[in-house]
């Protein structure tokens, strides 16, 4: 690993390393800030988690909860941290994860930081699949899963065709998506209101968004979509930067710009659909990770490892929050994630109206 200064006489304007293997066949940069934000991020999503997994009607303190991990402990604490409580935290690293990488996808192809599935409403139709099969089938959580999956993608097939004109913009994008969104959440309180009152009283906590509860049973699942999503993305990811430059320029690179930029659709609402099933729509975490990172990183453009990174630290952090703050009461953690981004929100809607 080589400095790039001293080495090559491009500057690229913050502090860059050179990675090179296999007598440089294989090689390339990274920034050094990036890497430290990531790691910084890591070591407070591991901390959160150990205050976590300690955080309950059976308080154990952090040393307690590291022996449970790690080596032996009493039958009691391994029971709690690792049976009850570890599913929890998992899922929050993995969704909220998931959700920073969606979020990123999105406002890379629309180049805006409004573009994010939870604004463009891509959530909100896997919320819909999601009810259907709730309220008329009473469906499992596979099948719950299934119906958010086929939501998510329908509505993500009917935004691009109405927003579709000699390709696909993205101004033009998030306006049809958020329009599509009004209409899907009429649709979900028409729903809710014709619904049986027990059903519609699980389906309005279940829409809330929620890890209480949580399993290994669900972790199972998500790992596998992870599994099958991580591969597609690493080879179509490098593309979003050619992208971002236009489609013009982007096939000018070599790059099939539409059906390069319908895959990653795919993928990032298949990421959406995936944490809609697992624990309900969770708002705002896909639109304040990959801003906030960029922020940190000082970086030209959202990345989608930083983004996954503070993705996971933002839910993780939010549903601890969510245990806390009216214990003994549980809140779902989307009444925390609404709450934290909506003042985001709002931020960010002045600062882009100020660029006007």
Not at 188 to 205: P, S
Not at 247 to 268: F, H, M, N, Q, S
Request: glycine share 10%; with cysteine; charged share 15%.
């Amino acid at each position: 690993m080589e400095p790039v200064r001293g080495d090559s006489e491009v500057d690229f304007g913050r502090r860059v390393r050179i990675l090179r293997f296999a007598d440089d066949r294989i090689n390339g940069r990274i920034g050094v800030r990036p890497v430290l934000v990531c790691a910084i991020l890591v070591l407070l999503s591991l901390v959160v988690s150990v205050f976590a997994l300690g955080t309950g009607d059976v308080s154990i303190p952090p040393a307690e909860v590291l022996r449970a991990v790690f080596s032996d402990a009493p039958r009691f604490t391994e029971v709690v941290v690792m049976e009850w409580r570890f599913p929890r935290v998992v899922l929050a690293l993995l969704l909220g994860g998931a959700l920073g990488v969606s979020g990123a996808i999105f406002q890379s192809l629309t180049r805006n930081p409004l573009g994010s599935p939870d604004i463009i409403g891509f959530d909100t139709g896997a919320y819909t699949g999601a009810l259907i099969v709730i309220l008329t089938v009473s469906g499992g959580y596979y099948q719950t899963g299934a119906g958010a999956l086929i939501g998510g993608i329908c509505t993500a097939a009917v935004v691009y065709l109405l927003a579709f004109k000699r390709g696909v913009q993205g101004f033009r994008l998030i306006i049809v998506g958020i329009a599509v969104s009004a209409v899907l959440a009429s649709i979900n309180t028409w729903l809710i209101i014709k619904a049986d009152l027990a059903d519609a009283m699980a389906a309005a906590v279940w829409a809330a968004g929620s890890l209480n509860g949580s399993s290994w049973a669900q972790v199972g699942p998500v790992v596998v979509v992870l599994m099958v999503i991580a591969p597609i993305l690493t080879v179509v990811a490098g593309r979003l930067p050619m992208l971002e430059l236009g489609d013009d320029a982007a096939k000018a690179l070599g790059i099939r710009a539409e059906p390069t930029r319908l895959i990653l659709i795919v993928l990032g609402v298949a990421l959406t659909a995936m944490v809609t099933a697992s624990a309900g729509p969770i708002s705002f975490i896909s639109l304040a990770a990959p801003q906030l990172v960029r922020r940190l990183t000082k970086t030209a453009g959202v990345a989608l490892i930083p983004s996954a990174v503070m993705g996971a630290f933002l839910l993780v952090l939010s549903d601890w929050a969510a245990q806390r703050l009216f214990a003994p009461t549980q809140l779902p953690v989307g009444v925390v994630t609404v709450s934290i981004g909506g003042a985001y929100f709002v931020w960010l809607l002045a600062r882009e109206g100020r660029k006007q």
